[in-house]
């Protein structure tokens, strides 16, 4: 809009035309004030009734809540407005009128359930709570961009539509593709690890995944945003090194960057970016802690998973976040390179929040016999994944990765109760629209 000037940016002694919504109409009886909100705030315009035009303030103040207008006028200090300024309008122009019944409320005064909210997400996005966890999840982006290019990445884009999965079928969405069937990719796993062992070397992907696992639960999406890192010429550690780097500084931009929004969710006060270094713990001392704690019915043994009461028990006991390392090469995936001096001995890694599993890594399998081994200890057919398993003949050099899902990282660092909360359009079992 020509000549717009932002509420926040209103200094008095100027006359400006500001746009935005209606946040609020207060009828004090001889003066009335309309409340007008955009992303920089918000700014009070005064409307004393007998001093002004009949038809200028019946158009203020009747126009309903979250209608979209511009007013035009001179500001002037007010210490007892909200800013310290407030509008002497000369017009109000309402630019598109809202409903008078609103689905919820963006002000927060009333409370609305989260399934109403994400059905009305515009309007949940003008709230300051909604609004501050999406500008902050742009901060997260920024910042993992930035760590990964300090870390001599280069950014990439794989497909997402696929012949076939990087982990079998079980958790794949089929799609008919020009008469064939295809599948929506669960991971750029094995497209990074190719572009990897090209000149580039050192690769990162912010993207989309696609999971059709039957979750219903406050931290599991079917459509999630992976941040993903592949390196040439890196072991396990060096992969943690960067994992440790990238996570600590977005939570140091968004300490620095994002302080109004921290305000705007309470933790301004608390928040703090993680100690460092993040503590290395193998998987064979986590079971042993996990049992210490006491917290689960049965004792866990090697091989098996860390349940959820597990992970929660042991996140409590470290306190902050930590690696969990040296899995069972049985419960990891086939790319998964396993310790030369113990085949049993996996080198996976995963990066624990206390609250959750935020990363999986580790260093590939690179030795192409090895590979197509791996293949048919898990079941699965080597040649249904030739374009990947063929170019492991041409020099493939040792590499290691891992991948962070964007809105865990969100949710965990934000501490907000259910991973829809950092997602703008989730898509889960029950949600496909909007």
């Known amino acids: 809009m020509e000549n717009r000037t932002y509420t926040a940016d209103a200094e008095?002694?100027?006359?400006?035309?500001?746009?935005?919504?209606?946040?609020?109409?207060?009828?004090?009886?001889?003066?009335?004030?309309?409340?007008?909100?955009?992303?920089?705030?918000?700014?009070?315009?005064?409307?004393?009734?007998?001093e002004m035009d009949d038809e200028l303030v019946e158009t203020g103040l009747g126009v309903a809540r979250e209608s979209v207008v511009s007013v035009t006028g001179d500001v002037e200090e007010e210490p007892r407005a909200p800013t310290g300024v407030e509008i002497t309008p000369e017009t109000v122009d309402v630019i598109a009128p809202a409903d008078t019944e609103l689905p919820l409320d963006p002000s927060g005064k009333v409370d609305a359930e989260l399934s109403t909210r994400l059905d009305n997400r515009t309007l949940d996005l003008r709230g300051e709570e909604s609004k501050a966890i999406f500008e902050i999840?742009?901060?997260?982006?920024?910042?993992?961009?930035?760590?990964?290019?300090?870390?001599d990445a280069t950014e990439i884009n794989t497909p997402k539509i696929v012949a076939t999965g990087t982990e079998g079928g079980t958790e794949l969405f089929p799609i008919t593709y020009f008469g064939r069937e295809a599948?929506?990719?669960?991971?750029?796993?094995?497209?990074?690890?190719?572009?990897?062992?090209?000149?580039?070397?050192?690769v990162f992907e912010i993207g989309p995944i696609f999971r059709a696992e039957e979750h219903n639960t406050p931290r599991h999406l079917n459509e999630a945003t992976s941040i993903d890192f592949e390196g040439a010429f890196c072991d396990a550690s060096e992969a943690m090194d960067v994992c440790e780097q990238v996570v600590a500084s977005v939570y140091e931009s968004v300490a620095e960057n994002c302080e109004s929004q921290l305000e705007a969710l309470d933790l301004a006060a608390e928040f703090e970016p993680p100690e460092r270094p993040f503590p290395r713990i193998s998987y064979e001392e986590a079971i042993e802690r996990i049992n210490a704690t006491g917290e689960l019915d049965e004792q866990l043994v090697w091989g098996d998973d860390l349940p959820t009461e597990g992970e929660k028990a042991l996140g409590a006991d470290v306190g902050g976040h930590y690696f969990i390392t040296d899995w069972p090469s049985e419960i990891k995936p086939f790319y998964i390179k396993d310790h030369d001096d113990d085949p049993e001995l996996s080198t996976g890694f995963?990066?624990?929040?206390?609250?959750?599993?935020?990363?999986?890594?580790?260093?590939?399998?690179?030795?192409y016999e090895q590979l197509i081994e791996g293949f048919q200890q898990q079941g699965l057919d080597p040649e249904a994944f030739e374009y990947y398993t063929s170019m492991f003949k041409y020099g493939m050099p040792p590499h290691a990765g891992w991948a962070i899902g964007g809105e865990r990282l969100v949710m965990t660092m934000l501490e907000l109760s259910n991973i829809r909360e950092a997602v703008l359009f989730p898509r889960d079992r029950q949600r496909l629209s909007p």
């Open 350 to 367: 995963d990066l624990m929040h206390p609250r959750m599993e935020l990363v999986s890594g580790g260093q590939r399998e690179h030795r």
């Open 183 to 202: 599948f929506m990719n669960q991971s750029p796993q094995l497209f990074k690890q190719l572009v990897a062992g090209s000149g580039l070397e050192r």
């Open 12 to 50: 008095p002694g100027e006359t400006v035309t500001v746009a935005g919504w209606v946040h609020e109409v207060r009828d004090l009886g001889g003066i009335a004030f309309l409340i007008l909100r955009d992303t920089t705030g918000r700014i009070q315009v005064k409307f004393e009734k007998d």
């Open 137 to 151: 999840r742009g901060e997260t982006l920024r910042a993992a961009r930035d760590a990964f290019r300090e870390a």
